[in-house]
């Protein structure tokens, strides 16, 4: 099992542009997170998918979109790139009935 | 809201103890977690404790909790170099969903020889 994985590892982006950071899991997990990790500061949740074609509002989703269209992969999207964007981006995963979130490596995102 | 404070940095010498502790404020936690970071790397889940427990060891972590105080503390026995990472503290009412995990900012072990 690879666990979670996350694309890419690094960006660089100007203000303005979109991306999309990509998240997968093979571990057959119902629920999925994205989270952002700012210096000097813990995670913070952005958005929840309880499973396939759900999502819900974290606690800091403004800018950012999401889309589950499988049960295996979780996206990401920033529409209009900001600099207060810049921050390390987690994707997590939990089984069902377990109090456990699994981690993917993160992605480093720098907007200019 | 909810709130985790952690200590910033902690300093210890190999093969002593590390004690890393935290306080919370939601009197509805739970479930207490405690994640490990290596530079550059994802969160690790090390143990978590449920709230109606107040001990919980797992070869060289014990997880303390005492709920009157909202504290919960982590020692680690015989501290390695390997130890040396970012340990986080985080407690969630709902083992997750919505409302995800409360996280500390992160406590910096660091090792000296």
């Known amino acids: 099992n690879a666990g979670v994985t996350q694309t890419p590892k690094f960006q660089v982006l100007k203000t303005g542009q979109s991306m999309t950071l990509q998240c997968a899991q093979d571990?057959?997990?119902?629920?999925m997170y994205w989270y952002r990790q700012d210096p000097g500061m813990g995670l913070r949740l952005i958005y929840y998918?309880?499973?396939?074609?759900?999502?819900d509002k974290g606690e800091v989703p403004n800018g950012y979109n999401v889309s589950r269209l499988n049960k295996r992969e979780f996206s990401l999207r920033l529409e209009s790139a900001a600099p207060s964007q810049t921050s390390v981006y987690f994707c997590?995963?939990?089984?069902?009935?377990?109090?456990?979130?699994?981690f993917g490596p993160g992605t480093r995102l720098t907007v200019l | 809201g909810e709130d985790v404070e952690q200590s910033l940095f902690l300093s210890v010498r190999e093969g002593d103890s590390s004690v890393i502790n935290c306080t919370y404020t939601?009197?509805?936690?739970?479930?207490l977690y405690w994640y490990k970071q290596e530079p550059g790397a994802g969160l690790q889940l090390l143990t978590y404790?449920?709230?109606?427990?107040d001990m919980k060891q797992d070869q060289r972590l014990t997880v303390l909790l005492n709920k009157k105080d909202k504290h919960l503390s982590l020692r680690i026995a015989d501290t390695q170099t390997g130890d040396s990472a970012i340990y986080f503290c985080?407690?969630?009412?709902?083992?997750?969903?919505?409302?995800?995990?409360?996280f500390g900012k992160g406590t910096h072990l660091i090792i000296q020889p």
């Open positions: 404790i449920f709230s109606n427990m």
């Open positions: 939601d009197s509805s936690s739970t479930y």
């Open positions: 998918s309880a499973s396939e074609g759900t999502t």
């Open positions: 571990m057959n997990h119902n629920s």
């Open positions: 997590a995963s939990e089984p069902e009935g377990k109090n456990e979130q699994f």
């Open positions: 985080a407690e969630s009412a709902s083992g997750g969903g919505a409302d995800g995990l409360t």
